[in-house]
């Protein structure tokens, strides 16, 4: 299993190494139209038996964008809100992901915000990203790039220059003895859930 318990409660200090982040799309429905407009349903369990909290919608346009809310049916309220891993043009990618702490077949967990709890989605035909060695992500505003990722903690590094040449010729860096750091699981996510992670080069070069 991706996370060590199951729960809609889940304690930050369950949380393993092997981050994902699910599209909050079905990719079948995505590419069927130009124009975007569809809904996931919001549940408390993974089962649509559960109690039914509410709704995401996503609509909008290549050349407008996309906008995101969370319909909260028990109180009546709209809630807008970006999703973890996004970028604006979604023809890159598209790259609007929400980071995941419990997968269970095609069910996700998210954490709450803007949820006020954490909850779950159904997905047919998800799109999930995962956690990769030698990508350039954000991290606290700084370029970091991952070396290693163990069962409790990750290794990363600042990026170089030659982690991303875009097919130009960059000046040799000897990556073995560039100062590494490692930082446990728990480190990489808000007070949340929220996985602060954000894969830098979303538009390639």
């Known amino acids: 299993m991706y996370i060590l318990m199951i729960s809609s409660f889940l304690p930050i200090e369950a949380l393993a190494c092997d981050f994902q982040w699910v599209?909050?799309?079905?990719?079948?429905?995505?590419?069927?139209?130009?124009?975007?407009?569809?809904?996931?349903?919001?549940?408390?369990?993974?089962?649509?038996?559960?109690?039914?909290?509410?709704?995401?919608k996503v609509s909008g346009n290549p050349d407008e964008g996309l906008t995101f809310f969370y319909i909260d049916e028990k109180n009546s309220t709209s809630i807008r809100f970006y999703p973890d891993m996004y970028q604006e043009a979604y023809d890159y990618g598209p790259y609007i992901h929400q980071?995941?702490?419990?997968?269970k077949g095609n069910w996700f967990l998210l954490p709450k915000i803007p949820f006020d709890r954490n909850?779950?989605?159904?997905?047919?035909?998800?799109?999930?990203?995962?956690?990769?060695?030698?990508?350039v992500y954000f991290f606290n505003k700084k370029s970091i790039t991952i070396t290693n990722i163990g069962k409790d903690k990750i290794?990363?590094?600042?990026?170089?220059?030659?982690?991303?040449?875009?097919?130009?010729?960059?000046?040799?860096?000897?990556?073995?003895?560039?100062?590494?750091?490692?930082?446990?699981?728990?480190?990489?996510?808000?007070?949340?859930?929220?996985?602060?992670?954000?894969?830098?080069?979303?538009?390639?070069?």
């Open 99 to 103: 980071t995941v702490l419990d997968r």
């Open 119 to 135: 909850v779950w989605v159904y997905i047919a035909n998800p799109d999930v990203l995962e956690l990769e060695i030698g990508e």
């Open 155 to 205: 290794e990363f590094r600042h990026e170089l220059p030659s982690d991303m040449d875009c097919g130009e010729a960059k000046k040799n860096v000897f990556k073995d003895k560039v100062q590494t750091r490692s930082l446990e699981c728990k480190g990489f996510f808000d007070l949340n859930m929220h996985n602060k992670l954000i894969i830098k080069y979303m538009k390639g070069c």
């Open 23 to 56: 599209g909050l799309y079905d990719t079948e429905i995505f590419y069927e139209k130009r124009q975007i407009e569809y809904k996931l349903d919001v549940f408390t369990e993974p089962n649509r038996n559960s109690e039914k909290l509410g709704l995401i």
